[in-house]
């Protein structure tokens, strides 16, 4: 415990898989400016999450051959492993899928996801596409954490999902559901040293 503030200590001990990751309004890093990222895996190994306000223009059957016809545009869920294809969703009947929250899954049984959008069973609009991930060495969210980068929050799956919630809207929603002074940081300027 040496060497150890206590303020890091407090964050190990929060459970972060589920949460969000909400990045502090003057983030100076432009792959994570204003961005809400849901963690999916956090364990003495690492830290794994997938940004949920950052769309692309590419449409997922141009990324993926098995699902024409889908045009759901893909998100950049972070800037780690950029060739790899990634999903979270509410339908917890998807064989091999991974409870991440209540109403929120990653991952499962990808053939059966295509064969039930083109059959039509499940809703497009209930699955999220992902090009590579937000990703985190042991103790480097910690150190992240304490240098005050991110605010940790939650979102229901709801919003999660929520295609009518603009990428730049679902920060401000996320900063305000933290409440108290948290939530006074929706109204802060992209680029403060302009006003």
């Given at each position: 415990m040496a060497?150890?503030?206590?303020?890091?200590?407090?964050?190990?001990?929060?459970?972060?898989?589920?949460?969000?990751?909400i990045s502090e309004p003057f983030m100076p890093d432009p792959t994570f400016m204003r961005s809400v990222v849901l963690i999916a895996e956090d364990d003495k190994n690492g830290t794994v999450g997938f940004v949920l306000n950052q769309q692309t223009t590419h449409r997922v059957d141009s990324i993926v051959e098995m699902i024409q016809g889908l045009n759901n545009l893909a998100y950049q869920g972070g800037p780690v492993?950029?060739?790899?294809?990634?999903?979270?969703?509410?339908?917890?009947?998807?064989?091999?899928?991974?409870?991440?929250?209540?109403?929120?899954?990653?991952?499962?049984?990808?053939e059966q996801i295509c064969a039930e959008i083109i059959a039509g069973t499940i809703d497009p609009a209930g699955i999220k596409f992902f090009v590579g991930y937000s990703g985190w060495a042991t103790d480097q969210l910690e150190a992240e954490l304490e240098e005050k980068s991110w605010i940790v929050g939650d979102l229901d799956a709801e919003h999660i999902f929520n295609q009518d919630i603009q990428d730049g809207e679902l920060w401000k929603l996320a900063i305000r559901s933290k409440g108290g002074t948290d939530s006074l940081l929706a109204n802060s300027p992209i680029y403060p040293n302009l006003n």
């Open positions: 060497g150890k503030s206590l303020r890091s200590i407090r964050f190990r001990s929060i459970k972060m898989k589920g949460r969000v990751l492993e950029l060739q790899s294809f990634h999903y979270i969703h509410n339908y917890k009947h998807i064989a091999d899928c991974v409870a991440i929250k209540d109403g929120v899954f990653w991952g499962g049984n990808f």
